[in-house]
């Protein structure tokens, strides 16, 4: 229950740190690191959830969120490299 | 409350917390950009709660469609029109009150609902019984979700997948043939 409680607290308060970083964050690229950066946060979250209730079964899901989370990156940075996201191969060159 | 419970009741109120905060982020920002990364923000935290409720499944897709695709299309929209918000011309009053109101009533309705996890509700006891028992001996499929999923609404689910199967493949051809003119266009150009 300590350790549930201890994990809890440094989570939340990593948690509140992002979430400050994105509100305020000047530039686009603290948002994008900031997004990523809560998006393993959650995975922590649900590992540790998994973990504590004694239900491993978490993991996968956790697992899943990473993708997610990758992918989800990398689009948003193709996308700001690009500006567009059907066409991304043929205007790379002119931007 | 069982230690494990009252851990989980904390994690609930902190991921509130942080989804009313995230919340009012997303209406006090002005720079659009921020506002869509704030929005993945806020599904992620919607996911996670929807995992302390078990509803995992719930939580795949609001992680999929919330974090990942509404993103990238939001994106495209902001890439299509502007990227800061136009100060707004009438007052926010009317629109509070309306959703105080609204918020109120759903509130004033939660009140009927049985408690969290009650064992005698008629979720549980109407057709879940049903369900516990004869699924193993129906199906043989272990999970009884999937056995509801894939074997007793089996026609149910194959027709959602396709459905979903031609969009994805109409999606597809309309913005892989674009691209491809464009591609022969513009290697026509430099010839």
Same mark, same amino acid.
């Given at each position: ?10 989570l939340?308060?990593?948690?509140l ?7 305020a964050?000047?530039?686009l ?24 209730t ?12 990473a ?5 989800? $990156?990398?689009?948003?940075?193709k996308?700001f490299?690009?500006?567009?996201l059907?066409?991304? $191969? ?6 | 409350?069982?230690?494990g419970?009252?851990g ?13 905060v ?10 659009l ?6 929005? !993945? ?10 995992v ?5 499944d ?5 992680a999929?469609v919330?974090? !990942? ?9 902001i ?13 926010a ?23 969290? !996890? ?6 549980q ?22 056995a ?5 609404r !089996?026609?149910? $689910? ?13 999606v597809?051809l ?16 430099k010839?």
């Open positions: 229950m300590a350790m549930l409680l201890a994990i809890t607290a440094a939340f308060v990593a948690v740190l992002v979430l400050i970083r994105l509100f964050g000047p530039t690229y603290d948002r994008v690191l900031a997004v990523n950066t809560f998006g393993t946060l959650t995975v922590l979250l649900l590992s540790a959830l998994g973990f504590v004694e239900r491993p079964d978490f993991l996968d899901i956790a697992m899943l969120y993708l997610i989370n990758f992918v989800s $990156t990398i689009a948003i940075l996308f490299r690009y500006r567009a059907g066409r991304a $191969t043929a205007s790379g060159e002119d931007v | 409350m069982s230690p419970l009252v989980i009741a904390i994690i609930d109120i902190l991921l509130f917390t942080f989804l009313v995230t919340a009012i982020a997303i209406l006090r920002l002005r720079n950009f921020g506002v869509v990364m704030l929005a !993945g923000v806020f599904s992620l935290l919607s996911a996670a709660l929807f302390t409720l078990d509803a995992v719930v939580a795949f897709t609001e999929a919330g974090a !990942g695709i509404s993103t990238v299309l939001m994106l495209g929209t890439a299509l029109t502007f990227r800061e918000e136009k100060k707004p011309s009438h007052s009053l009317l629109p509070i009150l309306v959703c105080a109101v609204a918020g109120a009533a759903l509130i004033y309705g939660t009140r009927d609902m049985p408690a969290f !996890g009650a064992p005698d509700t008629p979720v006891t109407h057709v879940a019984p049903d369900y516990i028992a004869r699924t193993p001996v129906e199906t043989g499929v272990p999970n009884i979700v999937t509801v999923l894939a074997s007793y !089996g026609y149910d $689910t194959l027709g959602e997948t396709a459905v979903i199967f031609t969009a994805a493949i109409a597809l309309l913005l892989g043939a674009s691209g491809k003119r464009r591609e022969s266009k513009d290697s026509e150009g010839e």
